[in-house]
């Protein structure tokens, strides 16, 4: 057999079809752009599923590519056997139209057999059971005979569709025997079995028919051809290695992986599956984080987040204490960047390195205590002979220490418990319910009002309020009186037929304005306060200005101030939005929003802070879309065509058949129903105020516009005006002056830290003379004044060495909080241990401290204890120094 490295293999394999005519294409993204079917790239064939359907010809007829693929269908056989992985490469020749069945199968085996060397006596095809013709290529043509090719089921041998819809078709699989000392020794073990004796490693893919989601199959315009090698398996037989993670280019990282733990741990059978995950799922981790994948609890997010802790919580099972998947990293890149199309991964290291490093370290922080939940659960129900995991247990993991449901299902599994699913889904759904509740807004006098009464009868709530801020003629279909409630004196709450107000919804806050009986009618005016949705009706809550509330009709009118001051803030949203994703990636995802005529927020998925770099050239951006008053125009299309035209939806939200889009012409298209300005130079002027976290993962940008985002740049001038008096030097020096004036107060601050650590010292060098003459042994106890712990740390050294035959115990207030220092000379440490004296002595105000015998340090918030711990101290060394007197300062 021909040894060949991973990147060789994958160097014959093009070029063997590159010379049967097939066109090596660039591999498709492990995130799919265009298909909404798939999280990940599962399969080769992913980027070509058109070709097969389209009844146009497709660009290539023939196409070779090496594809980085990722699958979670296998991942919990991820280390226990010698073959899964849910990262890997396949090696693929594609046909579409072109050749089929028999050349397909020529080609393989002159590949296996003649450019690989691979005994033909160790080689077994399979084929679907219906598939005569491949079964007679491979007995009769190829000349292995019938008892040598094996007939399987739609399970092993029909493939696909990925995603569930598309190209599909049977297959023929093409297996090494790794002889009978592997696998289950039973007789009539053959390709097909469960045990790891053959090992399948080329799939051979025979396209023929288009599968819709429910399941129908029609016949492709295109047959053709799909196959499939995995690179790992192949490098495990032609290296002659027992598993995939043993090959040439999974080793350097698994070895890694061991070097960070303890010998004894990573060589028992838990350590080495662990580290088998482990090097696995890293390198799924470093490809994803590469493409802009950040985890959080949906979608590709949810896959990174799970694949990332599971891999954390297995690193205890190799020996390895915190945090360490970052520093794997590096090891990965140089692993995989060899090959010319993984190139890019250098240049993504350091952020995908960060970006792991945080969620890794975001994990550490409740692992050992959520570890710590489940291992006291699950040991009382052993306890009780119990086999189910409660539910509520499993959402407090998810809810309180982060553990994705799979980690918590994978964990019961190890201790032959099952998860309680429906009560955690109705765990989850009750936290659900109370985050919808709470994002409401409050409006709980309405749900104690008067019942509705109907004053006229006829279709209700049609929204004018887009095009028309003013309608004449409305009348009121039902109202209900809320002045009995709490707090809602002379309001009612009513429904029009028609209405220009805006009810809130999408982060838009509701229309207010005025509702004004027409002239003939009876006098009634009024004041529309808030308007919201409950079902279909568009409600609006007002309150009774003048006359009483009728039928109508009236004129409705919108507050014309407030709705443009929102349409500006609306449309700057979504400016906002267009131009994070284009300086931050597209992994960036809207978690919220609200757009009110004084300010609007944004929220969005990102794992770091804004630099102020990043947050001039985003507002920079923003306004320089506003200055090219781009129009901003609607379109109401259905679902799927707004997807295929790229606009953006919220994760979560639910849409109708028919949406609607608002485009700002070239830059930005998402789904909205919200209120906008026509054209983006109305907004006038956009300027961010604020960027902070406001949860894992979540950051929130607050920002205004308009006339107000002036009157706040006006603000900052005159505040610049006033710095510039105060501190006497123009604008355009003002940095250079502050820098100067810190300068000063920074050598100030040296100066006076400078005499007041000589202070202490010859304090302290007092209190030593002084023991030295009046105690035996010598011992001092005394409250100083220190600056920072390290100095009071010195200060106590000085004690050590002045006093060989001595202590002594040094107590300082800093910052607010009590710290101690206990220093033992050389010649009294077998008596007086420093940690056990510091220790004892801050106990009684609650403290904590530690260090060596010598040297130790503990502190305490209660300051206010000070001399009780420092006469606790004087009692704790006497009783171990008996009939010793001792040396106490003035402020002891």
């Known amino acids: 057999m021909r040894k060949a490295s991973s990147n060789e293999l994958r160097r014959l ?36 599923k058109p070709y097969y ?12 590519t090496v594809q980085r693929c990722l699958r979670l269908t296998d991942i919990e056989n991820v280390g226990i056997t010698v073959r899964h992985a849910t990262f890997f490469e396949m090696l693929g020749n594609f046909s579409f139209g ?76 093409i297996y090494w025997d790794q002889g009978p000392g592997v696998g289950c020794g039973q007789p009539e073990c053959a390709p097909g079995c469960d045990c790891e004796r ?53 080793t350097p990282i698994g070895d890694a992986v061991r070097r960070m733990g303890n010998a004894k741990e990573a060589g028992s059978d838990r350590g080495r599956y662990a580290a088998r995950v482990v090097t696995d799922h890293m390198r799924a981790l470093v490809f994803t984080f590469a493409e802009g994948v ?22 205890r099972y190799v020996g390895i204490q915190g945090t360490f998947l970052s520093r794997l990293v590096p090891i990965v890149v140089k692993q995989m960047a060899a090959y010319e199309e993984y190139a890019y991964l250098m240049r993504e290291e350091p952020a995908v390195a960060a970006a792991i490093l945080e969620e890794e370290t975001r994990f550490a922080e409740t692992l050992e205590q959520g570890v710590a939940r489940f291992d006291e659960t699950a040991a009382a129900l052993e306890k009780r002979k119990e086999k189910s995991f409660p539910g509520s247990v499993a959402f407090q993991l998810y809810d309180t220490y982060g553990f994705p449901i799979d980690l918590t299902i994978e964990m019961a599994g190890e201790r032959g418990l099952t998860v309680d699913l429906p009560a955690y889904e109705a765990a989850m759904e009750e936290q659900r319910e109370r985050a919808r509740q709470t994002s409401k807004f409050q409006r709980g006098v309405a749900r104690i009002a008067a019942p509705w009464r109907s004053l006229t009868e006829g279709p209700h709530s049609e929204f004018r309020g887009y095009d028309e801020w003013v309608l004449e003629g409305v009348s009121i279909r039902a109202i209900r009186d809320l002045s009995g409630a709490p707090g809602a004196p002379g309001e009612i709450e009513l429904t029009l037929d028609r209405t220009p107000f805006y009810a809130e919804g999408g982060g838009q806050v509701g229309d207010s304005g005025w509702i004004t009986s027409m002239p003939g009618a009876a006098k009634a005016r009024l004041r529309v306060v808030d308007t919201y949705r409950e079902g279909d009706s568009i409600v609006h809550r007002a309150q009774v200005v003048e006359g009483t509330a009728h039928a109508g009709p009236y004129r409705a009118e919108v507050d014309a101030e407030r ?11 979504h400016l906002l939005h267009a131009a ?49 008053d781009l129009p901003v125009r609607t379109e109401v299309t259905s679902l799927k065509e707004a997807q295929e035209k790229g606009a953006m939806a919220l994760f979560g939200e639910k849409y109708g058949e028919r949406v609607r889009q608002v485009i700002v012409e070239d830059y930005s298209r998402e789904l909205c129903g919200g209120c906008h300005v026509r054209r983006t130079g109305e907004i006038g002027y956009m ?63 040296e100066k006076q830290a400078k005499q007041n650590k000589a202070q202490l010292a010859e304090q302290v060098l007092e209190l030593i003379r002084k023991a030295k003459a009046d105690g035996d042994p010598p011992l001092i106890f005394a409250s100083v004044e220190a600056a920072s712990v390290e100095e009071l740390r010195n200060a106590s050294d000085l004690i050590r060495t002045g006093l060989p035959n001595g202590g002594g115990l040094l107590a300082a207030v800093i910052d607010g909080k009590l710290s101690v220092a206990a220093s033992v000379g050389p010649e009294a440490v077998d008596r007086l241990a420093a940690d056990a004296w510091v220790r004892d002595a801050v106990s009684i105000a609650g403290g904590k401290g530690g260090g060596k015998k010598e040297m130790a340090v503990a502190g305490a918030k209660d300051a206010s204890q000070l001399r009780e711990i420092l006469e606790r101290g004087a009692a704790f060394a006497e009783e171990r120094l008996k009939g010793s007197k001792t040396a106490r300062s003035a402020g002891a």
Request: charged share 25%.
């Open 563 to 573: 709705r443009a001051a929102t349409q500006r803030n609306h449309t700057a949203t």
């Open 98 to 173: 072109d050749y089929f069945k028999r050349e397909a199968i020529e080609w393989a085996w002159e590949f296996v057999t003649k450019v690989l060397e691979m005994p033909a006596e160790r080689l077994w095809p399979s084929v679907f059971r219906e598939d005569d013709e491949a079964f007679d290529l491979w007995a009769k043509h190829i000349g292995l005979g019938p008892k040598r090719v094996v007939r399987l089921g739609e399970k092993d041998n029909f493939w696909g569709p990925a995603g569930g819809a598309g190209a599909c078709g049977p297959c023929s699989e």
């Open 687 to 749: 300027r961010i105020e604020a960027e902070a976290a406001i949860a894992s993962g979540t950051r929130r940008i607050e920002a205004v516009t308009g006339l107000l985002a002036y009157r706040r740049a006006e603000e900052d001038r005159t505040l610049l005006r006033e710095l510039a008096a105060r501190l006497g030097a123009p604008r355009d020096q003002l940095t250079a002056r502050i820098q100067q004036l810190q300068e000063q107060t920074r050598q100030l601050h």
């Open 198 to 250: 053959y090992l399948e490693f080329w799939n051979l893919v025979f396209p023929q028919f288009d599968q819709a989601l429910t399941g129908e199959r029609k016949p492709l315009p295109n047959r053709g051809i799909d196959t499939g090698m995995g690179l790992e398996r192949l490098a495990m037989i032609l290296q002659g290695v027992p598993s995939v993670f043993d090959n040439d280019l999974l």
């Open 294 to 315: 950040r985890p959080s609890n949906e979608g590709r997010g949810y896959v990174a987040r799970r694949l990332l802790r599971r891999a954390a919580r297995l690193g």
């Open 53 to 64: 359907s389209s009844p146009l010809p497709p660009p290539v007829r023939r196409a070779v």
């Open 13 to 48: 394999f093009l070029d063997f079809f590159k010379e049967r005519g097939h066109q090596h294409l660039p591999q498709a993204p492990l995130v799919p752009p265009d298909d909404p079917t798939l999280l990940f790239t599962s399969a080769g064939m992913v980027q070509f």
């Open 580 to 628: 994070l994703r284009g300086r931050l990636g597209t992994h960036l995802k809207q978690a919220g929003s609200l757009v009110a005529p004084e300010r609007l927020r944004f929220d969005f998925s990102h794992g770091k802070a804004l630099t102020p770099e990043d947050i001039h050239a985003i507002e920079g951006e923003v306004n320089a879309k506003i200055l090219a």
